[in-house]
């Protein structure tokens, strides 16, 4: 339970900051704090089991025929990532408090932080990999909300709607790969898919679902060519940005690589990929970040460059170089947040990041330059601090690669250029903003933050420090660990000394920082090459693209979209007659030999009848009245095959629904025309009959060819187990309520959101309102007949007494919630036809909405309730009592369910059909401001 408490303690904390709306600014970020804090105590708690090489775990079934459980597992890897989540969460929740101004809306930015955070949890910490997808989208989601916070600035919105679209088309990419891992395996639970590596590399289509796979990573952790979107996404406040293009969102492609590592990371595929593409982010994002004068933008290009790095590391296939893509990983989440709020701390304080203006801040906020210098200096891998370990590691493997054969020297090469750079913008980044002359058009003097906004950088780079001076002690343990879950096994030897002798590695890195100092001296001329490169806005390339996309999808919308109901029937049935005619030329036979039940008269005259209701709803559908009384027919026919053929449930729903469905058709007739006019042309008058004869020759043809075939159903399992499973004798009952009963939840759910959306649809609807009938004919001025008000009235009680009589039996005989419920409402629907709606509603002033929700929750709490017992979700419980009087009884937690079913459709129906009654009263609907 303590892994779910880590997962559910951000959840929880994700309403807690709206409650703090009307307190101080103080006591929301305390609050908003507390539940990470104690999730972040009961990670720390786990530390001995973890570092000892446990792997702990927590599941709950769910769907288990689909393989979906609540599935959760806390290994070295995702204690890692649990530690920096939390841990950086908490710090940034400090750091906003003071950088947000008093116009932005604290409640509102912690809420989207913690969504956020509880998102990030799922993914490192979920041990079925469908869950760890849906998570994995809710960070899209989510990161969106937090990029365009400040939605009223138009750079924002748009870097946010380019975030979502790169990354949500990447997840999709995840999703198809997940799937068909899952289906080579046999399973989603991911232990067994680490475990099957030797299955996935030799399946054929390994190569499809792992570019599927690398797709989602990289679009994710923005690696070349997809790191445009992450420049872009500076826009958003700079906790934002300190949280998750540091230590969170970006990483959570390389947290996805580094998971998948052991089962999909031993081919050359994997090798050919995920390096090349690592070492083109690495290159690009290094020489890019050098010519950025906003200080974000310079640290959004480095984290690029960084994260290449770790990918490159990731895809060199040896287990050393996984080792030390683990401990930048762990390097680079510390001094690249505490850049980003620094860098957010000098925009407060001075009211702009362009480093053309900000020169000469040592002079004013000197802590802060103290803390920027060191940070930066790690960032650069100068020696002493914990970039420079990892940077080390980092240049030693690019030693011992065989990546590109004989010209796999061009790696550490490269690797050493893109340090050179990585020095030069580091170097510019300190020199540019502290030194280099006086503040220039400054909107403000500069000066220190309060010390509060200060503390969560001073942690970061004290931590910077220490694991550069001690790495041993700080992050040993740590680093074995989570690269032992990585690699699956015994994690190779290595050094984290601070001294490996004179060694190649260490000339690298004295080429590197020589070489940035050089390229910081002569900046001016590559600063002059880049400007007379043809510029290239990706921003406006993207919105240029998505609009072109849009246009074109319009125009074919708007020709396939043109507003006429009976081309998109032409459109749907020609695709059934395609469909579903085309198998039926490869059947030779027709029949399949199956015996045949005899015609008789009654079976023969309900035939018939049905046949010639459904002919006059044709012939007369122009009167729409007439056409709506024959229409019925053909329901209560269909009503009667159910009763005659042994379905009473069948047969009662259908009334049920037949008589809503009448009155519901009847209100919404009295607002349209009683005919119209015929105005069809000969030509689509023969291509409608051809069309409805092709789809009855092909439905029919396929009816009788399946009913004279012998078939197996599932029905005999059903009727098997509805008895000892579910305690039922009424099959159809059980079904519903039991066995499937999270599809009857989901179906009640799309019941009460279609009523709530009519009901919003009616809101101040302008309708027309006739004053007589179709022949002239004015309404009679006895609008509530007494014969009908009197009779209503005193059925009433005995339409009540019945639908509670259906509701109670419906578990052992023809009955239930559904159909009790329709029932109830069509006796409380006759009253306001009866009665009127002043009558009613001053005896019955109910909220329906508040009936479906209320049916929806009982339905819901019933369905978690078998949580409690470690059963899945809606499992139901029943056994016998013996009562005094009553005698033995049946006690089934399944009737609490169809109470939510009965509910639900109760309100949801009554919701319909008294707006619609409501429309031509002072009662109809209306925002509530302007009742």
Known sequence: MTLLWILLLPLCGISLPMLTAKWSRSACALLTALPPALA???????????????TLRFSLAWVPVLGLDVALRLDGLAYLFSLLILG????????????????????RFYTFLMFFMTAMLGIVLSNNVLQLWLFWELTSISSFLLISFWWHKSEARRGARMALTITGAGGLCLLAALLLIGRIVGSYDLDVILASADILLAHSWYPILLVLFLLGCFTKSAQFPFHFWLPNAMAAPTPVSAYLHSATMVKAGIFLMARFYPALAGSDLWIILVSLTGLAT????????LFKHDLKGLLAYSTISHLGLITLLLGMGTELAAVVAIFHIINHATFKASLFMAAGIIDH????????????????????????MIAAASMAGIPLLNGFLSKEMFLAETLDQHLLGALSWLIPLLATIAAVFSVAYSLRL?????FNGEPRGLTKTPHEPPHLMRLPVEILVVLCIVIGLFPVWAVGALLQSAAGAVLGGEVPAYSLALWHGVNLPLFMSVVAISGGLLIYSYRKRLFDFQNSLPGLDALNSFELAIKTVNRYCRYFYEWLDNGSLQRYMVFLLSAVVILAGLPLLDVSVLSGGREELPIDAVNATGAALLLISALATVIWHRKRVVALLMISVVGLMVSIAFTRFSAPDLALTQLSVEVVTVILLMLALFFLPHKTPSQSEPSRVIR???????????????????MTRPFTSISDFFLANAKTGGGGTNVVNVILVDFRGFDTFGEIAVLGIAALGIFKLLTR????????????????????????ATVSQSLLPLALMVSVYIFFRGHNLPGGGFIAGLITSVALILQYIAHGVDWVKSRMDIEYQRVIAIGLLIALVTGVASFAFGRPFLTSWFDYFHLPILGELELASAIAFDLGVYLTVVGATLLILSSLGKMTTLHRPVHKETI
Do not use: C
């Open 40 to 54: 972040f105590i009961l990670l720390l708690s786990q530390t001995s089991a973890v570092f000892a090489g446990e």
């Open 88 to 107: 950086i969460g908490l710090l940034i929740i400090l750091y906003a408090r003071f950088y947000l101004s008093a116009a932005d809306s604290m409640p």
């Open 282 to 289: 690495l290159l690009v994002g290094a020489y890019l970040a």
């Open 349 to 372: 304080e001075t009211g702009s990041r362009d480093m053309r203006k900000l020169n000469g801040l040592w002079a004013y906020m000197p802590i802060t330059g103290t803390l920027v």
């Open 430 to 434: 300190i020199h540019d903003v502290f």
């Open 688 to 706: 409608d009959i051809s069309l409805a004869s092709l789809v009855g020759i092909v439905i029919g043809s396929w009816a009788y060819a399946v």
């Open 765 to 788: 609807i302008p309708l027309f309102k006739p004053s007589s009938d179709g022949d002239g004919r004015p309404w009679s001025r006895e609008r509530h007949p007494l014969l009908l």
